[in-house]
């Protein structure tokens, strides 16, 4: 016959069980003396725990990461770049570049204007890296923040 021993952490009996069912404190068997051990954390029974779910948008966060660091790229690479060619046309290095710049204010009617066309080749390249750049962050964010809000509303 097995002895009955009532848990001295939760008050439930127990039979013939070194440690509670419900609640896992250490039982006094036979022979030994009634020990109260305190849990490190209160029990909770299978049903109550919340069920874990899984991450909804996984492509999400990884798509966040990449265009953080294409939009920096090309914010910080376009304007470096458009600069640099401008700098480089301006020298003599691409007198290719600078005569069809030329030509191309001349059918605008600035023609006669000195250094037209590289104004317009680093207004336009800082303008669009700006624009394209600030973009792909501006997408960075948002994916970032639909992440946060699914996260958020479980």
Sequence with gaps: MQQTVTCPNCGLQNSGQQFCT???????GEGQQQVQE????PSVPLEAREPVVPQK???LGAAAIIFRIVGWVVLGGGILG??????LA????MPGLTSLLDRGMGILGVGDVAGAGLAVVVFGGIMGSLLCGLGML???ELCRAVLAIEQNTR
């Design 90 to 93: 301006a020298q003599g290095a």
């Design 38 to 41: 305190v849990p490190s954390a």
């Design 138 to 140: 501006a997408f960075a």
């Design 82 to 87: 458009s600069v640099g060619v401008t700098v």
């Design 22 to 28: 419900n609640c896992g404190a250490r039982l006094a």
């Design 57 to 59: 948008y996984v492509l």
